[in-house]
């Protein structure tokens, strides 16, 4: 017999779903600053390795 009422567990599945989301986003935004960060460490190394060698 189904249940009377509104549906049980919407709003903390909303809650968790929201929270999951804001959490991957912060993850792939993280990763994403440190490989920029990465590629000019290299760069500028580079640039550095090439004057110091003309």
């Known amino acids: 017999m189904p249940k ?3 549906a049980k567990n919407t709003k903390n599945k909303a809650k ?3 929270l999951m989301e ?3 986003n ?4 993280e990763k994403q ?4 960060r990465l590629k000019a460490i290299i ?3 580079n640039l550095e ?3 110091d060698s003309a």
Do not use: E, P
Request: aromatic share 0%.
């Open 26 to 29: 912060k993850v792939k935004l």
């Open 22 to 24: 804001r959490k991957i």
């Open 16 to 18: 968790h779903s929201k």
């Open 43 to 45: 760069k500028k190394a």
């Open 49 to 51: 390795k090439g004057n």
């Open 4 to 6: 009377k009422g509104k």
């Open 33 to 36: 600053l440190t490989k920029t």
